[in-house]
């Protein structure tokens, strides 16, 4: 199974948390939490959704303390897809 991972928060998707496209069909780039009907759930900024996902980092065990996690998620990010256009402009 290959396992994609959502090129907005980074999480790796199951396939019914993939994110759902205008016309209602699957959008596999993005998860359910970010993406969908077609349009980001949040319209955040990179540093937001390194906030938002930092405590999940934690939980997870990835990372000790949030300040650790939000680092190393905004080195993260920018190689993500949503971000990485951002970056460019
Ligand atoms: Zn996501």
Do not use: H
């Not at 019914?16 to 780039?29: A, F, L, P, V």
């Not at 996690?69 to 905004?74: I, R, S, Y």
Request: net charge negative; charged share 30%; proline share 3%.
């Amino acid at each position: 199974m290959d396992m994609k991972i959502c090129q907005s928060c980074g999480m790796p998707m199951q396939e019914e948390q993939y994110g759902s496209n205008k016309d209602g069909s699957r959008n596999d780039t993005y998860c359910c939490y970010c993406y969908k009907d077609g349009e980001f759930a949040q319209n955040c900024t990179m540093e937001e959704m390194a906030d938002f996902c930092a405590p999940f980092e934690v939980e997870g065990g990835r990372s000790k303390t949030i300040e650790e996690a939000k680092e190393g998620l905004m080195a993260y990010f920018p190689t993500l897809l949503r971000w990485k256009e951002k970056q460019d402009a």
